[in-house]
C-alpha cells in the first residue's frame, strides 16, 4: 500500500495521535483537578436517604454523607456502596461514589483492553468535526469520527447504548480511544446468522464459559460470545460468583437481547427461576412467622434471608423489648437461623420488616407490683446518655433517671459525672406509663427538697442575720445559710424606693431580716427589714408570756401578721 495515500492506516493512526494528544492534555488537566481529595476506597451500608444525602455506616461513631447526585436511581436501606473518602468534616467523613465508580469503571476498561473484550458505553458529547465522547463504566473515551461505522445521526441518539473495541489507553490520564468499526468488521456475519436463525430473546440455551471477568461471566453461544452480567446471575444482590463458573463449562441460561449490529447478545441465570418477591407476594403476610438465615449485621439492625435475594431488616428496636435496644451483634451472629414476625411488606417498594422481640415474652405485661410511683428500688445503671442515666428496674425492664432528677445541687455542671456504668444504686420511681412502655426515676427525690427544708426551718416570721451577698435595682440579695440567698425588695426597705442602696448596704455587711415566705417550687426566698424591729418587739412580748422563758416561733408567728400591718 502506497505510505502517501491520505487513507492509509500509518497516515490515520498519525491523525489519531495528534487529535488523541490534544485530547490526553484535556482530560489531563481536569483529572489533576478532580484527584483533588482523593482518598481510601471504602464500603459502607446505606442507613437513609435524606434529602440530597445518603448516609452510609461505615463503622465509625458517624454515618458517612455521600451526595444523592452521585448516584443513577435512589439507593435502598441496606444497600453496599462503594465510594472514596474525600473528606472529613466535623467527625464524619464526605465520600464520593462518582469517584469509586470511576475507579473501579477504569480497572474494568483496562482488563477489557487487555484481554480484547467489547466494552459498551453511550455517546455523551461531540467533539466538532473530530469525533464523540463515549461514557463507559464511568468514564470518558474518544471516538474518533472515522470510527463509528454507522451513521451519525443514529450513533448519537440519546441514552442508547453501544459496543465498542479499545483501540489505545492512556494510564495516566485515564482517556482513550474507542472503535465501533473495528469491533463490527472483527465480528463474523455468519456466526451471528446462524444465532439469529436458531435463537431469539426468551429461549433457553447452553452457554460454554469463555471468560470469567470482575463484573461477569462471557459465554460463547452457537460461537457468538455473549455476557451474563453479576446482576443476572442471582436475585441476590452483590452475590459472588466467580468460584461457581469454571473455564469450559456449559451453563444453561436464558436470552435477555439480540442485538446483532451491536455485536450485543446478552444472557441471565436468573430469570430461569421465579423472581422471589413474586414468591413472596403469593405465600408471605403481615404477622407470618418465618424462618431464614442471618446474612449481615450493622449497626441500625440485623438482615435476615428469607429465600435467595429475598431479605428482610429486623430493626435494632425489633430485637429485644428493652428501651435501650442492643447492638445485633450481641443479639444474633451472621449465618445463624432465626425466627421472626413480619411486621410489615411492601411489595413495590420491596422492603420487608421482621421483629424478633415480638416471639419473646413482653416483661411489661408482667409487671411486679413493686414498680410502682413512690416506691424506693434498687438497681445498677445499664447506660449513660446525655440526656440522663438507665437503671435496670427489672429483668429486660429499664427506667430514666433523667439528669434533672439526679441532684439537688445547682451547682454541679454535669451531674451524670456522679454515675458509673454498673453501679448500684437506690432510686425511687416517679411515674409508669404502661402504654408508652416508659418508667421514670428520680435520685434527688430520695431526700427532701432543700428548699422545703428551708421552708420547715425558718417559718414567715422568723428572725435571720445574714450579709449581704449583692446590691441591685430593685433590692438586695442577703445570704441565709452558704448557697442559699433571699431577697429583701426595696418595699422591704425602710425608705427604699427613695434611698440609694449602695450608700446604705455594703456587699458583706451584717444585716437582720425577718422571714416573710419561702417558696420551695420556685426556690425562691423574701425577706423583710422593715419588719424585723417590729418582729423583735413581738418576740421578746412572747418571751415575756411564756412560762419557761424560752423563744417560740410559733409565738411570734400567732402575733405577727405582716400583710394586715402593712
Known amino acids: 500500500m502506497n505510505s502517501t495515500n491520505p487513507s492509509s492506516p500509518k497516515n490515520e493512526t498519525t491523525s489519531f495521535g495528534e ?41 465509625e461513631k458517624l454515618e458517612a454523607r455521600v451526595s444523592r447526585e452521585d448516584f443513577s436511581e435512589t439507593p435502598k436501606r441496606g444497600e453496599k456502596v462503594s465510594a472514596i473518602i474525600k473528606k472529613r468534616v ?22 477489557a483492553s487487555q ?51 479499545i ?17 463490527l468488521d472483527e465480528i463474523n456475519g455468519e456466526k451471528w446468522e ?60 436464558i436470552v435477555l437481547e439480540v442485538d446483532k449490529e451491536n455485536n450485543k447478545l446478552s444472557l441471565g441465570i436468573k430469570q430461569l427461576y421465579e423472581d422471589p418477591w413474586a414468591w413472596a407476594k ?100 445499664t447506660g449513660i446518655t446525655k440526656y440522663g442515666a438507665f437503671v435496670e428496674v427489672e429483668s429486660g425492664i429499664e427506667g430514666l433517671i433523667h439528669i434533672s432528677d439526679i441532684t439537688w445541687d445547682e451547682k454541679e455542671k454535669n451531674p451524670l459525672n456522679l454515675l458509673k456504668k454498673g453501679q448500684s444504686v437506690q432510686y425511687k420511681i416517679l411515674d409508669v406509663n404502661l402504654d408508652a412502655q416508659r418508667i421514670s426515676c428520680g435520685l434527688k427525690q430520695l431526700s427532701e427538697h432543700p428548699y422545703e427544708a428551708l421552708r420547715k426551718k425558718y417559718p414567715p416570721g422568723t428572725l435571720v442575720e445574714g450579709r449581704v451577698k449583692s446590691i441591685v435595682s430593685f433590692g438586695v440579695f442577703v445570704e441565709v445559710e452558704p448557697g442559699y440567698e433571699g431577697l429583701v425588695h426595696i418595699s422591704e426597705i425602710p425608705d427604699g424606693r427613695n434611698i440609694k442602696l449602695e450608700d446604705l448596704y455594703k456587699v458583706g455587711d451584717s444585716v437582720r431580716t425577718v422571714v416573710v415566705k419561702i417558696e420551695p417550687n420556685n426556690k425562691k426566698i423574701s425577706l423583710s427589714i422593715k419588719d424585723f424591729d417590729k418582729a423583735v418587739e413581738r418576740e421578746e412580748m412572747a418571751k415575756y408570756m411564756k412560762e419557761d422563758n424560752q423563744p417560740s416561733r410559733e409565738s411570734i408567728g400567732s402575733f405577727m401578721n405582716l400583710n394586715q400591718n402593712r
Open 194 to 253: 446462524e444465532l439469529l436463525g436458531k435463537v431469539k430473546v426468551g429461549d433457553k440455551v447452553t452457554g460454554k464459559v469463555v471468560k470469567i471477568a470482575n463484573f461477569g461471566v462471557f459465554l460463547s453461544v452457537y460461537e457468538v460470545v455473549g455476557l451474563l452480567r453479576q446482576n443476572d446471575i442471582s436475585y441476590k444482590k452483590f452475590a459472588p460468583f466467580k468460584q461457581y463458573f469454571n473455564i469450559g463449562a456449559e451453563v444453561e441460561v
Open 115 to 165: 484481554n480484547g473484550y467489547p466494552l459498551s458505553g453511550k455517546i455523551v458529547g461531540e467533539v466538532k468535526n473530530k469525533g464523540y465522547l463515549v461514557e463507559s463504566e464511568g468514564i470518558q473515551l474518544f471516538l474518533p469520527a472515522s470510527h463509528v461505522g454507522v451513521r451519525f445521526k443514529e450513533s448519537t441518539e440519546g441514552g442508547k447504548e453501544f459496543s465498542f473495541k
Open 282 to 381: 403469593k405465600e408471605l403476610e403481615k404477622g407470618m412467622v418465618v424462618r431464614g438465615i442471618v446474612t449481615s449485621l450493622t449497626n441500625f439492625g440485623a438482615f435476615v434471608e428469607l429465600k435467595e435475594g429475598l431479605e428482610g431488616l429486623i430493626h435494632t428496636t425489633e430485637l429485644s423489648w428493652a428501651k435501650k435496644p442492643p447492638h445485633p451483634k450481641d443479639v444474633l451472629k451472621k449465618g445463624q437461623e432465626v425466627d421472626s414476625e413480619i411486621l410489615d411488606i411492601d411489595f413495590e417498594a420491596r422492603r420487608l420488616s421482621l421483629g424478633l422481640k415480638q416471639l419473646l415474652p413482653n416483661p411489661w405485661e408482667a409487671l411486679s407490683a413493686n414498680v410502682r410511683a413512690g416506691n424506693v428500688l434498687e438497681g445498677k445503671i
Open 167 to 183: 483501540i489505545e489507553l492512556n494510564e495516566k490520564t485515564r482517556t482513550g480511544v474507542v472503535s465501533r468499526k473495528t469491533l
Open 19 to 59: 487529535l488523541l494528544e490534544k485530547w490526553e492534555s484535556q482530560s489531563q488537566a481536569q483529572e489533576q483537578e478532580n484527584s483533588a481529595g482523593k482518598g481510601t476506597l471504602i464500603e459502607g451500608t446505606v442507613v437513609d436517604v435524606i434529602g440530597d444525602t445518603v448516609f452510609l455506616d461505615i463503622g
Open 90 to 111: 466535623d467527625g464524619y467523613c464526605v465520600l464520593s461514589k462518582k469517584e469509586a465508580d470511576q475507579r473501579v469503571g477504569w480497572e474494568t476498561i483496562k482488563d
